[in-house]
């Protein structure tokens, strides 16, 4: 990027939030070009072809999106419209136990609960009111922390079932182990201790989406999306360049606005000096979180699950009992690598048959290590999938695996592995990515920070890229008023 080519906002960083904040700020007729280190667009949310198997491509992160579907910048945005088709599996997610045994999270909560026996009425007190106002809750997950909810009852009785759950206490509700592993599965999400406070607000939140709507995957894989958000921006002039990578602000080309779609660290490696020393140090504080580990698989036919309900399942959560599963988080947090890791798997040519070519299909996989991890767990991972499917390492065909240490190779945001581009803890939830009434905003005019490392935190939702530009909107350029981001709406 030449440095004399003026325009009016420069987006460090195409992952959704970045590609969501170039679309707010070209919808209102601004100039805007879009910068990206790597030579694919999409940080997270990209799918390629790993030379594994003739045609078969890959989800490199993500690949199931709640999140997505729930968000309010996708909803206005309208994914469906614009051709993204979301598959909504009838299993959200499951948790495969020893014994053939599972828990199993329909759409159906009914369903759910019927299947989860004595503890079913104590599910459907948990997660029923959450489900049947899942906007609101979705409302209060995603929100910018500094806004009241719309739902202030709803978020309530979120706030205080996040807070049982996310103690010791919250194993009092359920008699038997299936239902506590079943909900603690999805707060593994979190990448943290279990239980804890953040944890559970993981839990819940995205357990009343597995009710109400449910877990989507896109049609094709994640790129679906980004090629959404790409097509609009270009539609409305902006601009993408790849494979350059921004190492000093002197390389940017003036501007009224920059965003970084980075983390801490590469704002302060870009900005150095330029920014204040106090709020320089105050970024230096912010911590990264326990890693990922990415196991990807061909596979020459579906996981023999020895529970069948697991195989309609979009999501897995490959790490038995709640005990177990707090233990190998345990382990984690402690630098050390569990025996039995907690794991995240996805199987998409379930729903999605155009994934499977000659015969072959691509299985998705990725299991918590300690930061920084050099460990190669394609090993450990095919053998805790192996104990709850029997068999499955007769149908692997080829594997690929990226150690924690070089996630940040193909996304500088997952530093030493953290997909959550920082630490999800009480208070990095609360102040993140430092105490400032508007996280998004730096003290250098102009410039703002719009990544997962900002309100409210990871996922492939748009909404800190979505609540970045809208600020940089009103105090940049005056304006007060959002775009539209309906489908048929043109530029302002």
């Known amino acids: 990027m030449q440095a004399t080519e003026q325009c009016d906002a420069v987006v460090v960083g195409s992952g959704p939030n970045g590609l ?9 007729g601004l100039d805007v070009r879009v910068v990206e280190a790597q030579p694919t667009i999409g940080g997270g949310a ?20 709640p999140m997505a579907a729930a968000s309010p910048f996708f909803r206005a945005f309208d994914l469906r419209a614009r051709g993204v088709r979301l598959n909504y599996p009838e299993v959200s997610y499951a948790q495969p136990l020893d014994g053939g045994r599972a828990g199993i999270a329909y759409r159906d909560l009914d369903r759910t609960v019927d299947e989860l026996g004595p503890d079913g009425p104590a599910w459907r007190r948990l997660l029923g009111p959450l ?21 202030l009852l709803t978020a309530a009785q979120f706030g205080l079932h996040v807070a049982e759950q996310g103690t010791p206490l919250g194993r009092r509700r359920w008699r038997g182990e299936v239902a506590p592993a079943l909900l603690m599965g999805v707060a593994a999400h979190a990448i943290c201790r279990l239980p804890t406070l953040t944890a559970a607000g993981t839990a819940l939140s995205l357990g009343a989406l597995a009710h109400s709507p449910g877990w989507p995957l896109p049609v094709g894989g994640s790129q679906a999306i980004v090629d959404a958000l790409v097509d609009d921006l270009r539609a409305h002039g902006g601009v993408i360049e790849t494979g350059v990578e921004i190492t000093s602000f002197a390389q940017l080309p003036p501007a009224h606005a ?39 698989f061909v596979l020459s036919g579906p996981v023999p699950w020895a529970h069948p309900e697991v195989a309609h399942a979009g999501t897995i959560h490959v790490g038995g009992t709640l005990a177990e599963m707090a233990h190998a988080e345990a382990e984690v947090a402690a630098g050390r690598h569990a025996e039995r890791p ?53 149908l692997v065909v080829a594997r690929r695996t ?33 105490l400032r009434w508007d996280p998004y905003a730096t003290p250098v005019p102009g410039v703002y920070l719009c990544s997962a490392s900002t309100p409210p935190g990871p996922a492939v939702h748009g909404m800190s890229g979505f609540y970045a530009a809208r600020r940089a909107l009103r105090t940049r350029f005056g304006v007060r008023t959002p775009p539209s981001l309906a489908p048929a709406a043109s530029a302002a």
Not at 351 to 356: A, K, L
Not at 404 to 430: F, P, R, S
């Open 20 to 28: 969501a904040a170039a679309v707010v700020l070209a919808r209102a």
């Open 46 to 65: 990209r799918t390629m072809d790993l030379g594994l198997a003739p045609g078969i491509v890959h989800d490199v992160c993500s690949a199931v999106h």
């Open 131 to 151: 489900a049947r106002h899942a906007p609101a809750v979705v409302d209060t997950a995603l929100g910018d922390r500094r806004s009241l909810p719309a739902d």
């Open 258 to 296: 920059y965003l970084f779609d980075t983390t801490p660290r590469g704002l302060l490696h870009i900005m150095g000096d330029r920014l204040p020393r106090r709020y320089q140090r105050s970024l230096e504080r912010f911590r990264y979180g326990n890693a990922a580990a990415k196991v990807d």
């Open 342 to 394: 907690m794991i995240l798997a996805s199987d998409p040519a379930v729903f999605d048959p155009g994934r499977e070519v000659g015969g072959l299909r691509p299985f998705w996989t990725y299991t918590h290590v300690p930061a920084g991890s050099s460990v190669d767990v394609g090993d450990v991972v095919q053998a805790q999938i192996e104990r709850f499917a029997p068999g499955f390492g007769d």
């Open 402 to 434: 990226i150690p924690a240490v070089e996630m940040a190779e193909h996304n500088a945001n997952y530093i030493n592995g953290d997909i959550a581009a920082g630490a999800m803890n009480l208070w990095q939830i609360l102040a993140r990515p430092t």
